[in-house]
């Protein structure tokens, strides 16, 4: 068993590592995808969803796929705000076809930084992410449980991938991970791609879907440090 487990495992790195430098060789010896992935990323570390928009349209019927792909890209990279791409999603799609084609893009990316945990380690992920937030992960996760995944999706407390990728540290199956992030992400998707089809209608729906957003940060940010208080007493 332990040694299908770890052939299992094994695997699981062989086909990050490959699929990882294949990337690498595309980003350095493919001009376009190099100059693609940076106007994505500026895009979104500049929040400017009309350019993101603009850029997505000159793709033409392959649209929705160079935004599946983005929304990967932007919860395995944790600053970079996938909510840009979920609002851009039903502003172009509308709320339904957004929703689904963020929420399903969301569960690949969530997948992926899962596997990528489970399959090459904690050092490898310290590099990714913060070590203080992902050393708070562990206390969190030690001190909720099987419960940890689906309360972190409704109230982000920490970045869609420093959760992603603590919870491939942690013994919590698969199934259970996927299945909590799949209806904790849910809502929040579903009320930005609303707002985002609505967008053109008022710039109010703007102004409230910042406001939403500053809201559910609120929450985490009060939250955060009464579950600090709660992990060291779990600690102690």
Known sequence: MALEKQRNQNIQ?????????????????????????????????????????????????????????????????????AFVVTFTNG??????????LSWSSAMAGAALCFFIARGLGRPVVEKLVSKSALHWMDRFFDRYGMHSVLFARLFPINS?????????????????????????????????????????QSVLVVFWTFLIIICFAIIGIALKPQLNKKLKEKGS
Do not use: C
Request: no cysteine.
């Open 13 to 81: 790195i062989g086909l990050l590592i490959t699929v990882f430098s294949l990337l690498v060789l595309f980003y350095f010896l493919v001009t376009p995808f190099r100059e693609g992935l940076h106007v994505v990323f500026n895009k979104l570390v500049e929040g400017d969803i009309e350019g993101y928009r603009d850029y997505l349209l000159s793709f033409g019927m392959w649209a929705p796929i160079i935004s599946f792909l983005t929304m990967i890209l932007t919860l395995i990279v944790a600053p970079l705000p």
């Open 91 to 100: 502003l172009l799609f509308g709320a339904v076809w957004g929703t689904i």
């Open 160 to 200: 869609f991938a420093i959760v992603s990728y603590a919870s491939g540290l942690t013994p919590v199956k698969f199934s259970t991970y996927f299945f909590a992030t799949g209806i904790g992400q849910l809502p929040a998707t579903i009320l930005y791609s609303y707002l985002g089809e609505h967008a053109s």
